[in-house]
């Protein structure tokens, strides 16, 4: 039943939604990020209601409201992690030329990220390795968000190419193995090993990658 304010003067109690919604937004968006670095450090698979309900100092049935289960919460924590990425990584790299100067960038900006990731942990790779064989919403997630950047950096080899920045023959699915290569690498050393370089490493290893594909008067250029 509506209170007398909201039937005296609707226009008055209007507001009141609008700051309930911001409220809950608000709220939501506390809790994903609670998520979100607790995943960083634990994984995906050390998300719980309670947990987040410890960190946030929220109840149990608070968090609960927001997300419905445990596996509600990993793909929301998933989705989150690629929207940031793709703030981070995609979105600033596409201001660059088309071409390989793009392609540079969206490769120095993932390492960049990858490199702030050393002491939390890349929620993509540590992912992979909880999902691999795990079929179910949460590995489709992951996977969904994977394909995507993939697709991204695919495409940008593809202009490149046209842009004559790469050869022509070009294996654009081959170059792009390789790049990820030299990130999961870069992870692996830096994180796991804690070897001291390995930031610059794959810096060196892509203007590797990079020379086996330029086009010949970029690569006569290089060498100047």
């Known amino acids: 039943m509506p209170t007398p304010l909201a039937t005296a003067a609707p226009e008055l109690a209007a507001p009141a939604q609008p700051r309930a919604l911001l409220k809950g937004q608000q709220t939501r968006a506390t809790i994903l990020d609670a998520a979100l670095g607790l995943a960083s450090h634990m994984g995906l698979e050390g998300l719980s209601i309670g947990a987040i309900a410890e960190v946030t100092q929220m109840s149990k049935s608070g968090v609960f409201a927001h997300f419905g289960s445990r596996e509600e919460l990993q793909i929301s924590v998933v989705r989150e992690y690629h929207a940031r990425f793709e703030d981070e990584v995609f979105r600033p790299a596409m201001a660059e030329a088309r071409g390989l100067p793009r392609l540079n960038a969206l490769f120095q900006r993932w390492v960049r990220r990858v ?33 995507a950047w993939h697709q991204a950096l695919g495409r940008a080899i593809r202009i490149a190419i046209d842009e004559g920045h790469l050869r022509a023959d070009t294996d654009a699915q081959q170059m792009l193995f390789e790049v990820h290569g030299l990130i999961l690498a870069l992870h692996h050393d830096a994180r796991f090993l804690r070897l001291p370089g390995a930031v610059e490493r794959a810096g060196v290893a892509f203007e590797h990658v990079l020379s086996r594909y330029l086009a ?9």
């Open 216 to 224: 010949p008067e970029k690569a006569r250029a290089a060498r100047r």
């Open 115 to 147: 490199s702030v990731e050393i002491d939390s942990g890349c929620i993509y790779i540590s992912g992979a390795v909880e999902f691999d064989d795990r079929p179910g919403p949460v590995r489709d997630a992951l996977v969904a968000m994977v394909e």
